[in-house]
């Protein structure tokens, strides 16, 4: 099965989660967005939910579908978030980030009931780190940053769009994404990057995730720890 059907697989069955009248986080990335598109087939058939997105590409692809939103001006708790990632574990740590949203994507999680990721099976790993960890930075730390990462043993690279320009997170900072290798701690490195200054959030989702709705060939698992 194509990692796409997958995808879409592990998001439709992630539906079962949503319930009449909740407020629903809405991630960002491929896998979230087939929820969010089916999210908004539902709410057209009368489904009332309202959405809190992570980020400003999930915003306009919320409102295009006609799902309605809301902000942490009127709401501070959210039922569910419906996310993807990059990475899980088996104890759910999850890295997140590849599609730069991390910073709002972990917000919407630290104010979330139930965070639910979808993902498809190439995501499960034993350990984490094949994929680099995104870090957000603020651009006036960011060579400090970078080189204190160094010294924690990554290979560390700006991420830059398709012009080759930085890229710009949604909340106007830079990402650096850093190849560490197999993880052995996860819970000491969240820690030890939380405590950099100039580092505004990491990729490191620990302790976040409730459950990751997984897509393996034609079927769909849940995994939980
Ligand atoms: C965005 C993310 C995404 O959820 C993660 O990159 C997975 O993306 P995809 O579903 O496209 O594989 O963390 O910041």
New binding site residues.
Partial sequence: MANDQE?EAAARASLQFIQDGMVVGL??????AYFIKLLGEKVKNGLRVRGIPTSVRSREMAESLGIPLTTFEECQKIDVTV????EFDPELRLI???????LR?KIVASATRQEVIVADASKQVKRLGKFPLPVEVIKFAEPLVAKRIRALGADVRQRTGADGKPYISDENNHILDCRFGEIEDPDGLARQLSDMPGVVEHGLFIGMASVVVMAKGGEVVEVRR
């Fill in positions: 995808k991630g960002t990335g491929s896998t979230a996310d993807g990632a990059d997140k980030g590849g599609g730069g949203a991390l994507e």
